[in-house]
């Protein structure tokens, strides 16, 4: 999975994790948590639906939230048993994923649970008022790195997402671009880090080795 979502507990604390719903995959047969996972079900068409949201009605078909694991379950035929599939489903899965990191920012946003800019960012950081540093992750290595080392000297726990572009930042806050932000705790946070989470499994690792030090797997 790409290196662009860390933190070494950026999963919930032990009990919440054990008492936390699990699914097994369809491919690797392998059972983990649901919010490590994609689902699928097959529409009265006969057409299979990704179901981000794990709420549609009926047999659902779990897979990891990996590219590399979809793409396994095209060639092995795992998802065209279950309804008829489309070649570029990762590509839709990505996109939808992407949709829904920008949607919870903007969320976060108009409820003033987040700041933007780099001294904004620091601040907030060096307060410890920060949950989750979002990153553009084509934002300058260096600065994210610095960032991402001022967090953790104060919060241990601090999640880094560096999975959106500063376009797509940008677009969650309604303006060109944004690099630096960061989320306050709370629901929101945690919604964030679990999308953000399977959409690093769909995208290449940011590319500096301490904002993305070790991949987040709830």
Do not use: Y
Not at 190 to 199: K, M, N, P, V, Y
């Amino acid at each position: 999975m790409a290196n662009a979502i860390s933190r070494t507990e950026a999963a919930p604390a032990p009990r919440a994790r054990r008492l936390a719903p699990e699914r097994r995959c369809a491919v690797t047969r392998q059972t983990r948590a649901q919010g490590e996972l994609v689902r699928f079900v097959t529409a009265p068409d006969g057409s299979l639906v990704v179901d981000l949201d794990g709420t549609l009605p009926g047999r659902g078909l779990w897979v990891g939230a990996e590219r590399a694991l979809i793409e396994r379950a095209l060639r092995k035929g795992v998802l065209a048993r279950a309804g008829r599939v489309e070649a570029d489903i990762a590509d839709h899965i990505e996109r939808g994923l992407a949709r829904r990191c920008r949607d919870l920012i903007g969320l976060a946003r108009r409820a003033g649970q987040l700041v933007a800019g780099a001294e904004a960012v620091r601040a907030a950081l060096a307060a410890g008022r920060a949950a989750v540093l979002i990153e553009a992750r084509d934002g300058a290595p260096q600065a994210r790195a610095r960032l991402a080392r001022l967090g953790r000297a104060v919060a241990p726990d601090l999640v880094v997402v560096a999975v959106l572009d500063r376009a797509e930042l940008g677009a969650a806050l309604g303006r060109d671009d944004a690099v630096h932000l960061a989320l306050a705790a709370g629901r929101l946070a945690g919604r964030l880090a679990i999308e953000a989470g399977r959409l690093a499994g769909f995208r290449p690792a940011a590319g500096d080795g301490d904002v993305a030090e070790e991949t987040m797997r709830r």
